[in-house]
C-alpha cells in the first residue's frame, strides 16, 4: 500500500489523531485527564447509539432521519413521569419505552417503504408531532428522576449511569477497567491470527502480517492507555457496555449477515435490487424501525445520564447523528459507509466538543467548527465519488 492509497483509506482516523493532538496541546494536557477521557464516552454515548442506526438509513440511498431528537425527547419523557409521578418498576419502564421507540419506527418505516413518502418529509413531520407530545407529557417542565435509594429511579439510574466495581480489586484504582482492556486487546490479537489462519487455508489474498498486526498493535495500545485513564479516575461506566453492545450488533449485521447487505444494494442501485428479488421495502421499513429503536434507548441514556428530561432535551441530536456519519465515511449517495468509519466520526465530534468546552469557547463556535468540519467532509465525499464516476 502506497502512501497516498494509505491516506485515502484512512483519512479521517489521521484526520481525529490530528484533531486530538491538537485538542490535548491546546488545552495543555487538560484533555488528556480521567475525569475528561470518561467524559468523553458518556457525553458522547447518544451519539455513538444512533450514528449506528442512522448509517442504515444512509445508507438506502443518502436518506436521513430528522425525528430521531424529538424521539429522544418523547422516550425521555415516558420514562421521567412513569418513575417520577407513579414510581414504576426500572425494567418495566425500559421494556416500555424500547417498544414505544420500535412502534414509532414501524409507523416511520411503513409509510416510507410501503406507502413512498420521501424521508426527509415523513421524519420532519415526526420530529414537530414527537417534540410536541414529548412537551405534552412533561407539561412544559423538567421532570427529575429520583436518586433515593431504594426507589426505581435509583435502580434506572443505575442501570445506565453506574461505574462497574469488582470487590476486593478495586480501591482507588479501579484495576478491573485496565484488566478488561488486557483481556479486550489479547481478544483482538487472537481474533486477527485466527482469521488469518482461516483465510490461508482458503486461499484468500490478504494484507500484509506487518500491517495487519501492525493496526491491531496501534488499537491495543489505545485500548491498553485508555482503560489504564479509566482505572484512575471510576473505573468503566455501565453505559459503556451499552454503547459496545450496540456497535457490535450492528457491526455483525453490516459486514457479516446478507440482510446487512441489503441495504448497500439499495443504496448502490434500487432498481437493480428489487430485480434480484429483494424486497426493497422491507429494507426501508427496517431501517426506520431500527433508527427509532436506538433513539429511544438514546432517551434512556440521556435521561439517566442527567437525571432530568426537559422539553428540549434531544435538540439538534439527528444533526450529531448525521454528522458522524457522513464525516465518517458515508456516502451522500447511499451504497457505501461503515459502523467502524461512523464510529470515527463521531468521536471526532466528541473530541471537537469536549475541547472547546474545556477551553470554554462559546457554544456557537462549537455550531460552526462542526458545520465547517461536516462540510468538508461530505465535499471530499462528492469529489471521491465524481472522480470515480459514482456521482450523477
Not at 435509594?149 to 443505575?158: I, T, V
Not at 484488566?179 to 490461508?200: D, E, Y
Not at 449485521?253 to 443504496?267: H, L, Q
Not at 422539553?311 to 444533526?319: K, Q, R, V, Y
Request: glycine letters at 10%.
Amino acid at each position: 500500500m502506497n502512501v497516498k492509497t494509505f491516506i485515502k483509506k484512512y483519512t479521517m482516523v489521521i484526520a481525529l489523531v490530528v484533531v486530538f493532538i491538537f485538542f490535548a496541546v491546546w488545552t495543555e494536557n487538560r484533555l488528556l485527564l480521567p475525569q475528561n477521557l470518561s467524559n468523553l464516552l458518556l457525553q458522547n454515548a447518544y451519539v455513538l447509539v444512533m450514528a449506528c442506526g442512522m448509517l442504515l438509513c444512509i445508507l438506502t440511498g443518502g436518506n436521513i432521519d430528522l425525528s430521531v431528537g424529538s424521539t429522544v425527547c418523547l422516550v425521555g419523557a415516558i420514562a421521567a413521569q412513569l418513575m417520577a409521578k407513579h414510581d414504576t418498576n426500572a425494567y418495566l419502564v425500559i421494556i416500555i419505552c424500547l417498544v414505544l421507540s420500535c412502534l414509532i419506527g414501524m409507523w416511520q418505516g411503513f409509510w416510507i417503504g410501503y406507502v413512498h413518502i420521501p424521508p426527509f418529509i415523513c421524519t420532519l413531520a415526526g420530529m414537530f408531532l414527537f417534540r410536541g407530545i414529548g412537551r405534552a407529557i412533561l407539561e412544559s417542565k423538567t421532570v427529575a428522576i429520583s436518586s433515593v435509594d431504594g426507589s426505581n429511579g435509583k435502580k434506572f439510574l443505575d442501570i445506565f449511569a453506574s461505574y462497574i466495581e469488582v470487590p476486593g480489586l478495586d480501591g482507588d484504582v479501579k484495576w478491573s477497567a485496565f484488566v478488561a482492556g488486557i483481556v479486550i486487546a489479547a481478544a483482538l490479537l487472537v481474533i486477527t491470527a485466527f482469521n488469518r489462519i482461516k483465510k490461508a487455508k482458503k486461499g484468500y489474498k490478504q494484507a500484509s502480517i506487518i500491517s495487519q498486526f501492525g493496526k491491531i498493535i496501534v488499537i491495543d495500545a489505545l485500548v491498553l492507555a485508555y482503560t489504564w485513564k479509566l482505572a484512575h479516575y471510576k473505573g468503566i461506566p455501565v453505559m459503556a457496555l451499552w454503547v459496545l453492545a450496540v456497535v457490535f450488533i450492528y457491526a455483525f449485521i453490516t459486514s457479516k449477515t446478507a440482510f446487512g447487505r441489503y441495504f448497500y444494494a439499495v443504496g448502490g442501485n434500487e432498481k437493480a435490487t428489487k430485480l434480484s428479488g429483494i424486497n426493497t421495502n422491507k429494507v426501508y421499513f427496517m431501517a426506520y424501525t431500527s433508527m427509532s429503536l436506538l433513539a429511544g434507548l438514546s432517551g434512556l441514556l440521556i435521561a439517566a445520564r442527567i437525571g432530568s428530561i426537559n422539553g428540549d432535551t434531544g435538540n439538534s441530536f439527528e444533526m450529531d447523528a448525521i454528522g458522524s456519519c457522513f464525516i465518517g465515511g458515508a456516502s451522500a449517495y447511499g451504497g457505501s459507509g461503515t459502523v467502524g468509519g461512523v464510529m470515527v466520526g463521531a468521536i471526532l465530534l466528541g473530541v471537537i466538543n469536549q475541547g472547546m468546552s474545556i477551553k470554554g469557547l462559546d457554544n456557537n463556535w462549537q455550531y460552526v467548527v462542526k458545520g465547517a468540519v461536516l462540510l468538508i467532509a461530505v465535499i471530499f465525499d462528492v469529489v471521491s465519488n465524481k472522480k470515480t464516476g459514482k456521482a450523477g
